[in-house]
């Protein structure tokens, strides 16, 4: 049987979704070529004080540009612009939602990172997470892998390289397994909430495995694969913990969602908030149903 490339399963989207995610998964080896080349500080900060890596820099200038070029895009939210940044022509339909280099700290190191997108059809700028039409990300991981989520459902696309440039089906239709097996932590443990403690602490005596990467999306690939939940929690002095909502959070709950599973802000769903600042944070955790509704249960005693 042929496998099914990425190009090929996109022609079932929306055309202009499909010019969304492939004008994405085309730079896949410009970004994956250039990783060893720039691993050095850019020398400036982002809107967050980040110091930047010169490759958070670099791919946010490919990927913008190339998102431009599809004429489909009116609004780009990065985590590396600080603004919005509006198509001049105003026009397009769609608001895509970036973080370029998600786990950038892990670049020198050299442990996984990868890129961020969510796609919203709105006139707004910010909408609700549960807008989105698509979210996906990539992972430039030992094996490089495309995550897409419409509402039907999630795929996973891998590159053959081998002298191939496209992507090929790898996992259709994926879902969480129950029960979820892993736990993956975000936050100092001496910052975390007596609430989250408590939460954790039932979770280690089921039995749950500690791997955290300090990648969400790697972190929460490995949640797809084996189940279990991502958490960045709401920390004692930062109450809305590290991960920001519109390129993050919304994103990776949309897909969660898609597989099955759910998210919280440890109060009810991420992808009901309705943004009010493009850089604002939020607490997170995504994974298996059951575990969400029980950390929610646990914060609601408190
Ligand atoms: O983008 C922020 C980020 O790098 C996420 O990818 C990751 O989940 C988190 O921060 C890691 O934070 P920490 O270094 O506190 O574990
Ligand atoms: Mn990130």
């Known amino acids: 049987m042929t496998e099914k490339t990425l190009e090929q399963h996109t022609t079932d989207l929306n055309e202009d979704v499909a010019a969304i995610i492939n004008a994405v998964a085309n730079l896949t080896d410009e970004i994956f070529n250039e990783l060893p080349h720039r691993r050095g500080m850019a020398g400036t900060k982002n809107v967050f004080g980040e110091e930047q890596k010169a490759l958070d820099v670099w791919t946010n200038d490919v990927l913008v540009e190339e998102l431009m070029k599809t004429g489909v895009v009116r609004t780009i939210v990065s985590e590396e612009l600080g603004e919005?940044?509006?198509n001049p022509e105003e026009t397009g339909d769609y608001v895509v939602t970036l973080d370029p280099l998600d786990g950038s700290s892990n670049i020198e190191s050299n442990n996984l990172f990868g890129t961020i997108v969510g796609v919203h059809k709105e006139k707004e700028t910010l909408t609700k997470g549960k807008n989105q039409v698509c979210a996906f990300y990539n992972l430039y991981g030992p094996i490089t892998t495309l995550v897409c989520a419409t509402k039907d459902g999630v795929n996973e696309f891998v590159k053959h390289r081998k002298g191939s440039t496209d992507y090929f089906l790898s996992r259709k239709n994926m879902k969480l397994k129950e029960p979820g097996s892993l736990m993956s932590i975000g936050g100092l443990p001496k910052d975390w909430t007596p609430a989250y403690r408590e939460f954790v602490q039932e979770m280690m005596d089921a039995g749950k495995k500690i791997r955290y990467g300090g990648a969400f999306v790697g972190d929460f690939n490995q949640i797809l694969y084996y189940g279990g939940f991502f958490s960045y929690p709401s920390l004692v002095d930062k109450p809305n913990g590290k991960l920001r909502l519109v390129i993050?959070?919304?994103?990776?709950?949309f897909i969660i969602e898609a597989a099955g599973g759910a998210c919280?802000?440890?109060k009810g769903?991420?992808?009901e908030i309705l943004p009010d600042d493009p850089n604002q944070r939020t607490p997170i955790h995504v994974g298996n149903k059951d575990l969400i509704?029980?950390?929610?249960?646990?914060?609601g005693k408190y």
């Open 248 to 253: 993050e959070a919304n994103p990776m709950s």
């Open 293 to 299: 509704k029980r950390l929610e249960e646990i914060h």
């Open 264 to 266: 919280s802000n440890e």
């Open 269 to 271: 769903s991420v992808l």
């Open 84 to 86: 919005p940044l509006h």
